[in-house]
């Protein structure tokens, strides 16, 4: 039996980090949407052991890569012990701070319980997610979300009206940012280490109510202290964005910067001014806020 699955990514609307944890993690609140722009999977059950293969050769293939690990941590759980046949082809960026990584677990997770027939019901999906990464449990799931405690817990939002008819610019600078290293500057940040809160859940309702416009919403960001002293070129970006009249944002511990435009087509426009100003160096992307019908 063999499947294929596509991938998709998630940007942060809101990531107000609240504090330190003894266990060395920080407890955050966020507003996470996803983004249907796709990495590639396909699964095939063959041989005895996990066997990855990725179309990126910086990528590893054994257990340092969080598909290989959700994988193997699936067969243990699942008590199988049939081999599996992976390949990724890897079409979103790296250490990007939208979610692919995590995203390509979760779709590991969630194609391989299908393949075999539902063997592990949904709490245990969750709880072998969490395992793999703060981000992951999101990706079990395709709305909108709130994630409290270090991003595992969720509470799945149905609708955020104010995004209808909206659609996401997505700009990868061409270097990466390390999600540790983000944390660990945030100590030389008190009020950004520190939040205040109920901002995500504040930001989630009134994008519910459709009540407000994106571009006049509190977006924000903890991790942006850091990442922005240390990379102004991510500064110039959102810049260039509010000057459109975009919303705009880093994506969780970066280094992606997000725009939220008004349309499909204006977001188009946009980026195609973004590439005449800023050159073609960095990777962009379009796509609409709201998934698109296949
Ligand atoms: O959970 P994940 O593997 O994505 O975390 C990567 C790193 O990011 C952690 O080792 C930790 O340094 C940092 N992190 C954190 N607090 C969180 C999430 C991640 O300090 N809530």
Redesign the pocket.
């Known amino acids: 039996m063999r499947l294929e699955r596509q991938s998709h990514c998630k940007v942060n609307l809101l990531l107000n980090i609240l504090g330190k944890r003894p266990d ?5 609140e966020t507003l996470m949407h996803p983004v249907w722009l796709h990495d590639e999977l396909s699964f095939e059950q063959t041989g005895s052991s996990v066997a990855l293969t990725c179309s990126d050769p910086s990528l590893p293939t054994d257990s340092g890569n969080l598909v290989f690990r959700a994988a193997a941590s699936f067969l243990a759980a699942a008590g199988i012990e049939q081999g599996i046949k992976i390949h990724l082809e890897k079409k979103l960026p790296l250490a990007a701070g939208l979610g692919g990584g ?1 995203g390509n677990a979760g779709t590991t997770l969630l194609a391989l319980n299908e393949m075999f027939g539902g063997p592990l019901p949904a709490g245990r999906l969750q709880e072998l997610a969490a395992a793999l ?3 992951v449990p999101f990706f079990l799931q395709q709305n909108p979300a709130l994630a409290f405690g ?2 595992e817990l969720i509470e799945e939002i149905p609708h955020l009206g104010a995004l209808g008819g909206a659609a996401f610019i997505i700009v990868h600078p061409g270097f990466g940012i390390s ?2 290293w983000a ?2 500057e945030l100590a030389k940040y008190p009020s950004a280490l520190n939040g205040t809160p109920g901002r995500a859940r504040k930001l989630a309702q009134s994008l519910a109510a459709g009540v407000v416009h994106p571009a006049t919403t509190d977006l924000y960001n903890s991790l942006e202290a850091p990442a922005l002293n240390k990379y102004p070129l991510l500064q110039l970006y959102q810049e260039f964005f509010r000057a459109h009249g975009c919303a705009s944002l880093m994506s969780g ?1 970066g280094s992606s910067t997000f725009a939220i435009a008004e349309s499909l087509p204006q977001a188009q426009q946009i980026a195609e001014e973004f590439r005449s100003k800023f050159g073609p160096s960095a990777w962009l992307a379009t796509a609409p806020c709201l998934k698109p019908r296949p």
Do not use: V
């Open positions: 060395g993690f920080h407890e955050l995590s990464g703060s981000d270090r991003g999600t540790p944390y660990k511990s």
